[in-house]
């Protein structure tokens, strides 16, 4: 079984920034991906970004040249920058990790975290 706790979340101003991390506990060996979700009220959970145990990353458009996604294998904790935030990042930001389980995987969330942009 494995844990998330996620921290970071706050209120802030159009153009403020935060940081979000995310780190794991319990039987891991190793992490696949590691990203963020967010879901803002009335939408669908979308990807924000996504980062593999190559540290290869993936952004979705909204966020590219502001967020950046980043992991401590050390401390399996995953980071989200965030910067030049606006009103339309404001969301329930979730963690996701991929554990290898077998041959396949296993997805674990985090309970959400809740940045507020606001003026």
């Known amino acids: 079984q494995v844990q998330l706790v996620e921290s970071g979340g706050d209120s802030v101003q159009p153009g403020g920034s935060l940081r979000l991390s995310c780190s794991a506990s319990?039987?891991?060996?190793?992490?696949?991906?590691m990203g963020w979700y967010r879901q803002a009220p009335g939408k669908q959970r979308e990807l924000v970004a996504t980062?593999?145990?190559?540290?290869?990353?993936n952004y979705v458009d909204s966020v590219k040249g502001r967020f950046t996604i980043s992991r401590d294998n050390a401390k399996n904790t995953v980071y989200l920058q965030m910067n030049s935030l606006k009103l339309e990042d404001t969301a329930v930001y979730y963690c996701?990790?991929?554990?290898?389980?077998?041959?396949?995987?296993?997805?674990?969330w985090g309970q959400g975290t809740q940045v507020t942009v606001s003026s």
């Open positions: 996701h990790v991929e554990v290898p389980y077998g041959l396949g995987s296993i997805d674990y």
């Open positions: 319990g039987s891991i060996f190793s992490i696949n991906a």
């Open positions: 980062i593999t145990s190559g540290e290869k990353t």
